[in-house]
């Protein structure tokens, strides 16, 4: 009995704090980086102060290291007024009144609408057989034409552009870009997922780089006597979320060639070319360059269709008609040019069955396309 007690007496005893100190000499697991920075409101401020302000690019429309988006319906100008922007931001020198800040930068205009004889056709002087004497674009413009090259295996059509285009950047030093347009790049993603990691990449590129991104999207077919907002982005669930800024381009219904520029979003300033202020424009060539003549601001609703009672009562019986026969209210916002909340309007307010009206499956119907 006594033996055993001496060797209990021998064996080492701990107290709580000396155990778990004990405990505490394993290895510990490498805890996992946060993706975030935490620090006090007044901290965010107070580290901003003495930075310079983000320089306009385009006037109000374009600021310095935002992402822009603009968008318009087909064969409105979108890529002519790209381009104008890209050879203002390009040179330096402002397209009146919207102003350019600094001495020139350089600019990548990633085009996947036009050939090479079609950006020919709009920037030179032709005699019916040959172009010639085509307009003298700054140097610091580079445009980029796709050559439909393929990803490598397992690389995803997103990770393959996003890749090309930050290789690019590289190789020319580039502070701008310019991508002509959304709606082209959507099709060659394999699936509507994929749009969203390729809007985080431009995103996470935008902020690496510190570049100014301005991006071209198409509007679906629209009511022309609506005023223009977001919704007709087309997939703006998807793009709007990542963009900074976003204006259109609207077709007057005063003559052909009358334009207007409306802003629709900003994050850093204000909105000054809203619907009470839009920017007035007219295109036209002038020698050989394509491009907008600024005019005058007005409201907007002095461009807007006056719709008659003919045809809004020919509008909501086409409405209910493809509402009748099974179509969702987005394919019928497509079909009809208006927008998918407007044709539920219409259906509610018509003396249609409630068992339509009512009638879930008209109500979820999310496929937007991918931008």
């Not at 800024?245 to 994050?267: M, N």
């Amino acid at each position: 009995m006594s033996a055993k007690l001496t060797a209990i007496e021998q064996k080492p005893s701990f107290s709580k704090g000396e155990n778990f100190g004990r405990r505490s000499m394993a290895p510990q697991p490498t805890p996992k980086p946060s993706p975030f920075q935490a620090k006090t409101a007044a901290q965010w401020i107070i580290e901003e102060q003495g930075k310079p302000i983000p320089k306009k690019e385009f006037g109000e429309f374009v600021i310095e290291n935002e992402i822009t988006c603009l968008f318009a319906s087909t064969n409105v100008g979108k890529s002519i007024l790209a381009v104008q922007i890209a050879q203002a931001i390009a040179s330096g020198q402002s397209v009146e009144p919207f102003h350019t800040s600094g001495n020139g930068r350089k600019v990548l205009y990633f085009d996947f609408e036009l050939s090479a004889r079609q950006f020919a056709r709009r920037y030179a002087l032709d005699n019916g057989v040959t172009f010639h004497t085509p307009f003298e674009f700054h140097p610091n413009f580079i445009r980029l034409q796709n050559d439909y090259a393929e990803p490598e295996a397992g690389q995803s059509m997103s990770e393959y552009y996003l890749q090309a285009i930050s290789d690019a950047i590289d190789e020319h030093g580039a502070n701008v870009v310019v991508i002509d347009n959304m709606t082209w790049i959507a099709a060659k993603l394999e699936k509507s997922a994929d749009a969203a990691p390729f809007m985080m990449g431009l995103t996470r590129m935008k902020r690496a780089k510190n570049l100014t991104l301005i991006l071209l999207a198409h509007t679906p077919k629209r009511d022309q006597s609506r005023p223009i907002d977001i919704n007709d982005l087309q997939g703006s669930a998807m793009i709007g979320n990542f963009i900074d800024a976003a204006f259109a381009i609207g077709r007057s219904q005063t003559d052909g060639s009358t334009r207007y520029l409306k802003q629709i979003k900003c994050r850093d300033g204000e909105i000054v070319c809203g619907a009470e202020n839009v920017a007035t424009c007219t295109l036209e060539k002038n020698g050989n360059f394509l491009g907008f003549t600024f005019r005058y601001y007005e409201e907007e609703r002095a461009h807007l269709h006056q719709r008659s009672e003919a045809e809004t009562n020919e509008r909501d019986d086409k409405v209910l008609e493809l509402h009748r026969a099974g179509h969702s209210y987005r394919e019928i916002a497509k079909q009809v040019g208006c927008s998918h909340t407007s044709a539920k309007r219409i259906v509610e307010r018509s003396a249609a069955s409630p068992l339509l009206i009512d009638n879930p499956a008209f109500e979820a119907d999310e496929d937007e396309t991918p931008f």
